[in-house]
Structure formats: structure tokens, C-alpha cells
């Protein structure tokens, strides 16, 4: 839990309120916690990049293998070695992954611990967690069918 958030009263907190006015202080205290404008868009640019599948792909292959050169991910991950330049280079400007030359090859492997956390925290989670999928059944109203009496 962020050290910002730990002095937020807990489930044993205060009483829930019925008139819908909120807890002005404790709304204060959560907009106090949320981190700076910066640190918000800077997050959601990281998630942005691990949100396309062959970018995912490239990532899960670095979480097992270590360190991986270009031709080798985009083989994995069923790209091409053009595609798989063009993500590295935009995970490596978000310091989602780092990279080690060796002579002519640049071998990539993620950016640090918190990223392979990360990674693997999504990765378990979706394992255990299948998404809710909205589908026409639950989301529209039932209707009647179109019965017709048949003409006498």
C-alpha cells in the first residue's frame, strides 16, 4: 500500500453516509494521495506500450529468456525484425527495457524488477482472473418475440 494511503481509515473507519454528500475529508486525503499530473500520464504511457499484443509478446519472451536479440524476438513473437525494432525503441525511450551491445548484436532484456513485477503480475492475474466480456445476452434488454396470430 503507498505510504500515502496508509493513513486513510480503513473498512473499521467511520460509519457509511446515506445522503450521498461524501466525506469531504476523506476526499481530501484521497486527492492528496494520487501522485502529480506527471507521474499519472508517465503511468499511463507504460501501460499504453504493454497494451499491444505483439509488444506483450516480445515482453513475456524477455521475462523467461533474459536477454534476447532482435532477429530471435521477432521470430518468437511471430514479427517482423522491423516491427520488433520499432516497439523496442519505444519501450527503451520508457525505460521498459534496456539493452547490451555485443559487437554488432544488441541483445534486449527488461528494464529492471519493477517491470518483470509488473509483467508478471498481469500475466498471473489474467490466468486468474478471466475479464468479464460484455455480450449481447446480458447487455440488451430481453424482447418478445414477434408472435403473430394466424389469420382466420
Known amino acids: 500500500m503507498s505510504r500515502r494511503l496508509q493513513s486513510i481509515p480503513g473498512p473499521e473507519g467511520p460509519p457509511a453516509r446515506r445522503d450521498n454528500s461524501g466525506d469531504r475529508a476523506q476526499v481530501e486525503v484521497l486527492q492528496?494521495?494520487?501522485?502529480?499530473a506527471e507521474d499519472v500520464e508517465r503511468v499511463s504511457a507504460v501501460f499504453r506500450l504493454m497494451g499491444d499484443p505483439g509488444r506483450v509478446r516480445i515482453l513475456a519472451t524477455l521475462l523467461?529468456?533474459?536477454e534476447?536479440?532482435?532477429?530471435?524476438?521477432?521470430?518468437?513473437?511471430?514479427l517482423s525484425e522491423s516491427s520488433v525494432s520499432q516497439?523496442?525503441?519505444?519501450?527503451?525511450?520508457?525505460?521498459?527495457?534496456?539493452?547490451r551491445r555485443a559487437g554488432r548484436v544488441v541483445f534486449y532484456r527488461l528494464g529492471d524488477s519493477h517491470v518483470r513485477m509488473l509483467l508478471d503480475l498481469a500475466i498471473t492475474h489474467v490466468g486468474h482472473s478471466p475479464a468479464i466480456t460484455a455480450t449481447p445476452a446480458l447487455t440488451d434488454p430481453?424482447?418478445?418475440?414477434n408472435h403473430q396470430e394466424p389469420s382466420s
Not at 142 to 145: F, R
Request: with cysteine.
Open 64 to 66: 523467461e529468456a533474459g
Open 142 to 145: 430481453p424482447t418478445e418475440p
Open 87 to 99: 516497439a523496442l525503441r519505444l519501450m527503451r525511450a520508457h525505460r521498459v527495457v534496456g539493452a
Open 68 to 78: 534476447v536479440c532482435v532477429h530471435d524476438l521477432a521470430s518468437v513473437a511471430g
Open 32 to 36: 492528496a494521495a494520487l501522485p502529480s
